[in-house]
């Protein structure tokens, strides 16, 4: 019998929806806020969640955002159920990861289809890769401090050091390796039909990219150029999907990266149709901040070219250098010498409403 965890606060319509769920042959696990709906998730291992959107304490985005990061619940099919209709909410209850949306009232069918489609979905993906708990007791592994799977590096693959600017792949070639960052930065990005060009993935030590091509058996897209002179492993294609197919960890952190890719690349969407310059701007530097991790004197930096944070905005370079001494003015950021920005009020930054 498949269990569904049920975190809604309403108690009556809690109950309406526990019966309706046990009626339909699922084991409901019901919980009234989103702190236990946390503790019962990690616990009880679901194989589907619903959750509410308002509730006092955690609410929705914040259950699904720690759930969505957590290797044991990364994968599990998750919607949210809300009385607000509006199109902001939707999108962020999407942008985060959330498999669907469901405005009060609906349709009971709707639910349950919906749950029956994915679990579906999910158990099939999950047979595409073989994934076995007894392959993961024969595997040793690693992960170091950024979650990344250490187990895949092995000195038996070749280290190349590549000279900033070194294109590694451009749209059309077919994939033969999936790459893992030692040193340097590498950028991952699109180019229009007009010649502009629009990063979408910024990739330092620590990373690996290249591996999306590999799972869906697909040319690449989008070229990948080195931001600077960087050491890189070639994981073997081979090697990698023997240790996708063997390994049921390695492969849900995968899954996982392969998720947060694309709510990063939704987020990106919608600041560039929706928000102004400053904030464009400001959520270029917040996504630098955070991919990067750079910090000088307890203070975050930095270190790419105008150039490539424009490409980072989607904005044209002039306007984005024309924010940046709005910035500088207001005395959010600070400029060195050699072009590095320090952050001074990085709250200020995150929370830059226009």
């Not at 679901?46 to 006092?56: A, G, L």
């Not at 955690?58 to 199109?87: M, R």
């Not at 999950?126 to 690693?142: C, G, R, V, W």
């Not at 944070?309 to 306007?319: C, I, T």
């Amino acid at each position: 019998m498949k269990k569904i965890l049920l975190i809604e606060d309403d108690k009556s319509f809690r109950d309406k929806l526990d019966q309706l769920l046990s009626l339909s042959g699922y084991e409901v696990l019901s919980c009234d806020n989103g702190k236990s709906g946390i503790e019962t998730a990690l616990k009880e291992s679901p194989q589907f969640i619903i959750c509410d959107v308002k509730m006092p304490d955690i609410d929705g985005y914040g259950v699904i955002h720690i759930l969505s990061n957590h290797p044991k619940t990364s994968g599990t099919p998750f919607i949210f159920l809300s009385g607000n209709a509006d199109y902001v909410n939707q999108r962020k209850g999407m942008s985060l990861g959330a498999d669907d949306y469901l405005v009060k009232p609906f349709d009971s069918n709707d639910l349950l289809n919906t749950i029956r489609l994915r679990i579906e979905k999910n158990e099939s993906l999950k047979n595409k890769f073989h994934l076995t708990n007894d392959t993961d007791q024969d595997l040793n592994f690693s992960q170091n401090n950024n979650g990344k799977i250490s187990s895949l590096i092995s000195d038996k693959y070749e280290v190349q050091n590549f000279k900033k600017k070194h294109v590694l792949y451009m749209p059309g070639q077919r994939p033969s390796c999936v790459y893992y960052i030692k040193s340097g930065k590498v950028k991952e990005f699109i180019v229009n039909e007009d010649g502009k060009e629009l990063i979408t993935g910024i990739y330092s030590q620590g990373d690996f990219f290249g591996y999306t091509e590999i799972l869906k058996e697909c040319n690449y897209s989008k070229n990948a150029k080195l931001m600077e002179d960087s050491s890189i492993v070639l994981i073997p294609k081979d090697d990698f999907m023997q240790k996708i197919h063997t390994n049921s960890i390695i492969a849900k952190e995968f899954i996982g990266m392969l998720s947060n890719n694309i709510t990063e690349n939704e987020k990106l969407i919608i600041n560039m149709a929706y928000n102004s310059l400053r904030k464009k701007v400001a959520i270029g530097i917040v996504r630098l901040i955070d991919k990067l991790k750079e910090s000088k004197d307890g203070k975050s930096i930095i270190s790419v070219s105008r150039e490539d944070l424009a490409h980072v905005v989607g904005s044209s370079l002039e306007s984005t250098i024309r924010t940046l001494k709005e910035f500088k003015t207001e005395k959010l950021i600070e400029v060195e010498d050699n072009g590095t920005i320090i952050v001074l009020d990085e709250q200020k930054i995150r929370n830059l409403r226009h």
